[in-house]
Nanobody
Framework: QVQLVESGGGLVQAGGSLSLSCAASGSIFGITRMGWYRQVPGKQRDLVAHITAGGATNYADSVKGRCTISRDNAKKTVYLQMNNLKPDDTAIYYC???????????WGQGTQVTVSS
């Protein structure tokens, strides 16, 4: 059974920083893309950033210059460093891992990020 365990969410003031991490465990192999999405109640889940196995990254326009995604392939872990946070960044952040050479999509349970003004 595959599990994605997220950590690092919380409450922070505007302008502050948070670091999220997501570790995959269990029978998962052939990990290709790893990423982070976020969702607020009543809205769709949107991409924040993702990173390929080769290290290529893609960011949502709203977080470019403020967030950095990275991964440790040996640890099957993806990280998201978020700086200069804004109240609009408040959401539940979900980790996404694509495994088995693109055939299976896994999601974490979500971690709350709240940015106060």
């Amino acid at each position: 059974q595959v599990q994605l365990v997220e950590s690092g969410g919380g409450l922070v003031q505007a302008g502050g920083s948070l670091s999220l991490s997501c570790a995959a465990s269990g029978s998962i192999f052939g990990i290709t893309r790893m990423g982070w999405y976020r969702q607020v109640p009543g809205k769709q889940r949107d991409l924040v950033a993702h990173i390929t196995a080769g290290g290529a990254t893609n960011y949502a326009d709203s977080v470019k210059g403020r967030c950095t995604i990275s991964r440790d392939n040996a640890k099957k872990t993806v990280y998201l460093q978020m700086n200069n946070l804004k109240p609009d960044d408040t959401a539940i952040y979900y980790c996404n891992v694509i495994g088995h050479w693109g055939h299976i999509d896994y999601w974490g349970q979500g971690t709350q990020v709240t940015v106060s003004s």
